[in-house]
């Protein structure tokens, strides 16, 4: 019996491959006491990365209200409500072109 071959090719969880530089949310929160509001936004910010995760290649019926809630949230320049995605990265010293660049299918926003 021949024995199976294991892949050496490492496969990125979830299709996303955020490279060396990923952020926990824990990393996000910094300083002896964060602010309620900071911590509110990285836990937006990180529910919004595990549902584009979760969600990533499904293209069912009943998934694409999500990606697309999810992936608009991503493409959206709306800086005038705190929570946009913007926003939130403005807040917590992120990029948003960056992370829109692996995040969204076509690497850019609207």
């Known amino acids: 019996m021949i024995a199976p071959v294991e892949s050496t090719q490492r496969e990125e969880p979830f299709g996303v491959n955020l490279g060396p530089d990923i952020l926990l949310p824990a990393q996000l929160v910094t300083g002896a006491s964060p602010?309620?509001?900071r911590r509110l936004m990285v836990a937006v910010l990180a529910d919004a990365l595990r549902?584009?995760?979760?969600?990533?290649?499904?293209?069912?019926?009943?998934?694409?209200?999500?990606?697309?809630?999810?992936?608009?949230?991503f493409a959206s320049d709306d800086t005038s409500w705190l929570f946009s995605f913007v926003s939130v990265c403005e807040r917590l010293g992120l990029d948003p072109g960056y992370l829109r660049s692996r995040l969204l299918p076509n690497g850019t926003g609207r």
């Not at 549902?51 to 949230?73: F, I, L």
């Open 35 to 37: 602010t309620p509001e």
């Open 51 to 73: 549902t584009s995760q979760k969600y990533a290649g499904r293209h069912g019926r009943c998934d694409q209200p999500m990606v697309a809630e999810v992936e608009g949230w």
